[in-house]
């Protein structure tokens, strides 16, 4: 058929009867990137329970609805299990399809978009399919350039832009300033350079000189040595710049540099991006550019 | 007070009488991506009714929660309209001093984890505060090596990487290559290079030799000209790049390419970078590595 393929959502619950897993369904008349960030999330609550993933996005027709429920029933048929479904189709009459699946369904907006008219006073309009809105040339642009400013800007490479910066993450190599610039980018418009403090800085105790007009865009990085050593062996086995040592002497040296700067700074070593990014934009205050 | 800056949804609604708009809060105790996602995409909904959009991430304690009522309640009096209120905490007696304040109160989870958790026949578990999940070792090291990825591989870098690509995308210069990439990196850990066809290859109307060995991972952007000469101009103003006959030229050029080459391709024109990876997906049946 005719869908993204699935994918095992709590892998290290399944167990022998790995063809006995529930199925849920995320499906939308959009991207589906909504439905199932809102299931997802339902879910980490169940931790000890593998399911089957399946995401059917752009589901705007009644031959599409018909084709995902032929879907949701194989899988109830095949595991004796009534799949979970989360939609957010719009449509009445493209969701009444979707209804008549046999499936446990999560009809995520059901009845909040009235109140919410109501409070408003406003009549909602038809839906607009493009709920991440960045066609909007203004937002757009916005979120290209600071993906383009990222990357100029990645590692270091270049310094003579930093005063176009919203921002300067630095850290040791492998401490998440790639991932995470980017993600302020894609997600806040926010144009983060970032600036990997290698040996030769660090060893210095003072700030490169690249960095010293701009001490008050920068924002460090922290990250526990067991877990850089186990990212850097990753990357280079057995190498010196993997080692412990190496790690520690690196960890210990930009730690005295975040303290004599002032360099506000958090330990990511147990975030995700998304959650580095938010706790960035929450201690500096930092304005986003988009959204 | 200590929370971040206020942007506008909806901003193109925004009349003289500015002072008055309604407030919205996505509150949360992890990053309060979920709920601003959720609470956005039915705003949606009210395109012509503008918002002040205050986030509020790790709302974790009742000091906390009490800080955020202060805020809401601070704006109704100001607005004179209730705030808007997307939350999704899950800690009962947070939730309800948050529901204390003056505000119209979208309690988005309500009930929801219930059904699902009776459904299921499995208690629900406490919180797990991290909903994006990457600390686990596996999905970050996916996500993490597919965001270097893209980068070694952006815009035609390097192409002795490419028996390791899970999709190279291929279109002109400026046709969104490289914010797609990295998305499709961040959000699903695909592993996608990317190739600028410029007007050497063009013209040759043949794949340059770096990619004919990998004709299958190939995925092609289209652009119409008008937004193409408009993004082209932003970046370089008046040049012969960014001129209509020059886009025109290449555009018909890649066309013909695609055609010849059959080589998947869409039109990107109106999408956001979401609905163009998810497109993607859709079409080539491309699987994730995480989620």
């Known amino acids: 058929m005719d869908f993204i393929k699935s994918t095992i959502q709590n892998k290290h619950a399944l167990n ?59 899988l109830y048929q095949k595991t004796g299990m009534m799949p979970l479904v989360f939609d957010t189709i719009v449509d009445d009459k493209i969701r009444e399809h979707i209804n008549q699946a046999t499936a446990f369904n999560l009809d995520i907006y059901e009845g909040l978009i009235g109140k919410i008219a109501d409070e408003l006073q406003v009549a909602p309009a038809p839906h607009t399919v493009n709920a991440h809105g960045d066609v909007d040339s203004e937002v757009y642009k916005e979120r290209i350039d600071a993906v383009h400013f990222a990357l100029d800007n990645d590692d270091g490479a270049r310094t003579h832009h930093y005063a176009a910066a919203d921002i300067i993450l630095v850290g040791v190599s492998r401490s998440g300033k790639t991932p995470t610039s980017l993600y302020l980018a894609l997600q806040f418009g926010i144009r983060a350079a970032n600036y990997p403090l290698t040996e030769d800085d660090l060893y210095e105790n003072t700030l490169p000189k690249a960095l010293q007009p701009y001490k008050d865009k920068l924002f460090g990085l922290v990250i526990d040595i067991d877990r850089l050593v186990k990212i ?60």
Not at 36 to 52: A, D, H, K, Q, Y
Not at 60 to 73: G, T, W
């Open 16 to 74: 022998d009867n790995a063809d006995n897993v529930r199925a849920v369904f995320y499906i939308s008349d959009g991207t589906a990137i909504t439905s199932e960030t809102i299931g997802r999330s339902m879910l980490t609550r169940f931790p000890n329970v593998p399911f089957e993933v399946y995401v059917i996005p752009y589901v705007d027709s009644i031959e599409k609805a018909d084709k995902a429920v032929q879907q949701i029933n194989f």
């Open 232 to 291: 850097r062996e990753e990357r280079r086995a057995g190498s010196r710049y993997a080692s412990y040592q190496q790690c520690q002497q690196e960890l210990r040296a930009i730690q005295g540099i975040y303290i004599s700067q002032g360099i506000p700074n958090i330990d990511v070593s147990t975030m995700s991006i998304e959650e580095i990014a938010t706790r960035i934009l929450q201690m500096t205050g930092l304005k986003r550019r988009i959204g």
